[in-house]
């Protein structure tokens, strides 16, 4: 089972403690160190403020947060969970992922998602309405740019008529892991990704996160179905990754984790075809988050692996 972990650049209150340099490069490594396969960050470039009166969060830039990650390590694997596309030109977007991938000796892990926050959209001049389309369509318009190849292409506002971008990925296929719960979300992991990044959500939130609840494992069960009869009405055969949460460990829960309810809820998911978890440690400072990182490394990952 793969194992990223959320570096928690979303905590700016704390300050240099979790978001300063060090705090970043040393977290990375310490991640590193137990054996998580990669880190993760997300993505909020200017929220609005009732969001964040609800218990919304700013973050870093994820780009240039896991740039830190990337220069303090040397394997580990560089997440970002989720990024949103839309937000941004894709091209753009193509340079900064290429540039970390080239930089890092080919790490990343590209996890998208459509976005649901329909203030931020408009302090950035992005589509709420056709965010879904515009994720499609960066996705096409980013692997085009990666082909390092001469690219013609049309897209909303922008259009290449024969232009190149260099240097290529060091990777031959950035993995692209998709989120989103909703069964417009699985067939495009079917069609244009490498992966699925399914959230536990309650229904009751189905509303305000834009994406159907996923209550119980019997809930991802139904929908992994789904995705399976999809690949096959469409003739893919390319496995897909699955990467899920440890039911009841989040960065809202208290401080104290239970290893071994974690290593019993992985092997449940397992089961039902979950081949990677994100893990967002419910630690307050960075003497937490080592102590917890570390914990994970002793009797989690290896329990699991």
Do not use: C
Not at 102 to 129: H, Q
Not at 147 to 168: D, K, Q
Not at 173 to 183: A, C, D, E, F, Y
């Amino acid at each position: 089972m793969f194992f990223s972990v959320g570096l928690p650049t979303h905590m700016v209150d704390a300050g240099a403690d979790l978001v300063g340099a060090d705090a970043v490069m040393e977290m990375a490594r310490a991640a590193e160190a137990a054996g998580f396969d990669a880190a993760f960050v997300t993505d909020h470039p200017f929220p609005g403020d009732q969001w964040l009166a609800r218990g919304g969060h700013h973050t870093l830039d994820p780009m240039v947060a896991l740039s830190f990650a990337a220069a303090a390590t040397s394997t580990l694997r560089l997440h970002t969970n989720l990024f949103v596309p839309a937000y941004r030109n894709p091209f753009v977007s193509a340079k900064m992922i290429s540039t970390l991938d080239a930089l890092s000796g080919g790490r990343v892990i590209l996890g998208v998602g459509a976005g649901y926050l329909e203030p931020e959209f408009a302090a950035l001049g992005a589509d709420f309405a056709e965010r879904n389309d515009r994720l499609d369509e960066a996705l096409r318009a980013m692997r085009a740019a990666w082909s390092g190849e001469s690219v013609v292409f049309e897209g909303s506002g922008y259009a290449a008529a024969g232009n190149t971008m260099l240097p290529r990925p060091v990777q031959e296929r950035i993995p692209v892991w998709i989120g989103g719960n909703s069964r417009r979300a699985i067939r495009r992991v079917v069609d244009l990704g490498d992966g699925w990044l399914p959230m536990p959500a309650p229904a009751k939130a189905s509303k305000s996160l834009r994406t159907p609840g996923i209550e119980t494992l019997a809930d991802l069960r139904e929908r992994l179905d789904y995705l399976r009869e999809y690949a096959e009405s469409v003739g893919r055969t390319d496995p897909v990754d699955v990467t899920f949460m440890p039911r009841g460990l989040s960065m809202f829960a208290g401080a104290d984790i239970d290893a071994d309810a974690v290593v019993e809820d992985l092997a449940e998911q397992a089961t039902a075809g979950v081949t990677g978890v994100t893990i967002a440690l419910p630690a307050r400072t960075r003497a937490e988050f080592l102590a917890q990182a570390a914990l994970f490394g002793e009797r989690v990952i290896p329990q699991v692996k």
